[in-house]
């Protein structure tokens, strides 16, 4: 039976028939390959950040710090990000009051509220969310661009071979560093954009600066929530950039692949933990 | 006695390693040969597990070091030092800093301690008198006589040079060949060196390995090379463009 099956298979086929089976399972496999190489890629990068972040976290608590190399740190993000977080938060809180100050215009003409609810807001979702972007962009790239290249000169294989850890002695001064500062330049730029959002309410609303400076609805939990975020953040950004810093291979390229993949991880990661500490602060405590 | 055995890496598509095979005995001087890319520093770094093989197995002194563990590595990487292509000297550390950091970590030995173990090395390659000077301010030469003083601190078996001579001058490839020949001759280490530079290779080595598309061609004394009829080690060594090799 089988072989009347497959001369009859044959037949009708012919050898074209023939060719396009023996090639179908080869389509497949390419298909399953393409689909699954992106897959693949996305676990084993989840993976090794989960890995990462284990050991930062591990190394935080164990052993000798670099204290020196944490204060270097602590300069350096503070001060590669600070004039971009200054210029880009004071326009947002410009923005956002002059839009918002159009609306009220329009349905109410009641300005008295506008600083009241805008803070709240700053400090629970606009500060911590905007800011981090901002330190992934700034701060993520150099991370990984320094570790990348440490890499791919073979920095990293020589601390190997010398007994050191390279996410301790690498990652750890910069985790460490990136929770401390991105907690402090959240803090600043929740100031510069409520400062530069009050100016923009008095100049074309002709709204009190006393009525604006109004912190009557901003709760412990808005505080609560908006700390977590930004300490999730300053954890985050350090361990997602140098992952991408130790992951870089080849040369001069590998290391442009490593900054890029350092923005949009970082990036990637804040949205998400936005979503979920937003979510769980939500739940814990209700709004109303 | 080191042992590659069957040792197979692939990078994403590209198969480097293609079941290569290899034994170092002790105290003598290996040369491990090739073209650009063919694999050869991919090969060393199975050794002390910078590298770990998709299959095939590594031997150390008859211990199967293949699926050791990053810490289980550390004593594996005091008994076999190797010096980088780059030197890779950190910047930010002063050159004694730079020799002391091996034996702060390995030996656990206070800074004092391991500084003045780490002048010591330094003077045996002449750069005792620059000892609190960066790397940043030394040509290529100077920091390859660094890195290899790095590489002593801790009285290695076997060193593991990864082109030790390219991009230097004449003088200091000498002044670095002589310092191999001298490891082996007077403290009896075992040193791999991964090279193409021909004058190094027929002056120093006592064996020469070639690694041609991902397997050894020819494992010999530097006069079986000369002498051997393969036209791809006859390309090489005449450095002809024309011939079988795939340029």
Redesign the interface.
């Known amino acids: 039976m089988t072989g009347v099956g497959a001369d009859r298979s044959s037949g009708s086929t012919g050898s074209t028939g023939e060719g396009e089976r023996a090639d179908r399972p080869s389509r497949i496999a390419d298909i399953l390959a393409s689909v699954g190489a992106p897959v693949f890629y996305v676990l084993s990068t989840v993976g090794d950040v989960f890995k990462t972040f284990g050991l930062a976290v591990y190394y935080t608590f164990r052993g000798k710090k670099r204290w020196d190399e944490v204060i270097n740190q602590c300069y350096q993000i503070g001060n590669r990000s600070l004039v971009f977080i200054t210029v880009v938060m004071a326009f947002l809180g410009m923005i956002l009051i002059f839009q918002s100050g159009l609306q009220v215009k329009r349905i109410t003409g009641d300005f008295s509220q506008m600083g009241a609810v805008y803070l709240p807001l700053l400090i629970r979702q606009f500060s911590p969310i905007i800011g981090a972007l901002m330190i992934a962009t700034r701060v993520g790239t150099g991370i990984a661009a320094e570790i990348g290249s440490m890499v791919v000169?073979?920095?990293v294989?020589?601390l190997?071979?010398?007994?050191?850890?390279p996410v301790k002695y690498l990652i750890v001064p910069r985790f460490i560093a990136g929770i401390f500062m991105t907690l402090v330049l959240v803090v600043y730029s929740t100031l510069v954009s409520f400062l530069a959002g009050m100016l923009t309410a008095h100049v074309y609303f002709e709204v009190p600066y006393d009525t604006f400076w109004d912190i009557s609805l901003v709760r412990w939990a808005d505080l609560l929530i908006g700390v977590t975020k930004t300490l999730c953040f300053g954890m985050a950004i350090p361990v997602v950039s140098g992952q991408a810093g130790l992951a870089a291979?080849g040369g001069s390229e590998g290391v442009g692949w490593a900054t890029t993949a350092a923005v949009v991880n970082s990036s990637l990661a804040v949205i998400m933990l936005d979503f979920v500490v937003g979510g769980v602060g939500f739940m814990v405590f209700p709004t109303n | 006695m080191i042992v590659f055995d069957d040792i197979h890496k692939r990078f994403g598509p590209k198969l480097v390693l293609e079941g290569v095979s290899l034994t170092v005995a002790k105290g003598r001087i290996l040369f491990i040969i090739g073209q650009s890319g063919v694999g050869k520093s991919v090969l060393v770094k199975h050794l002390v597990g910078l590298l770990r093989p998709d299959s095939g197995r590594v031997f150390l002194d008859g211990v199967d070091i293949t699926d050791y563990s990053e810490k289980q590595f550390y004593p594996v990487r005091k008994r076999c030092a190797m010096v980088f292509q780059n030197s890779t000297l950190f910047d930010s550390m002063t050159l004694l800093d730079n020799v002391a950091l091996p034996i702060r970590k390995h030996k656990r030995l206070r800074d004092k301690v391991a500084r003045r173990e780490a002048l010591g090395k330094l003077a045996l390659v002449g750069m005792e008198n620059e000892a609190l000077r960066y790397p940043a301010d030394f040509g290529d030469g100077m920091r390859k006589k660094v890195a290899i003083a790095r590489a002593l601190t801790l009285d290695p078996e076997y060193v593991i040079f990864d082109e030790p001579t390219t991009g230097l001058d004449p003088i200091s490839a000498n002044i670095v060949d002589r310092m191999i020949r001298d490891l082996s001759d007077r403290l009896g280490v075992t040193s791999i060196v991964v090279s193409h530079d021909l004058k190094s290779i027929f002056s120093v080595a006592d064996r020469i390995a070639m690694l041609y598309k991902g397997q050894i061609r020819l494992d010999g004394t530097p006069e079986a090379f000369r002498r051997s009829e393969d036209p791809v080690v006859q390309q090489f060594i005449s450095g002809s463009p024309e011939g079988p090799m795939e340029v």
């Open positions: 000169t073979e920095q294989d020589a190997r071979m010398n007994a050191t850890q291979f």
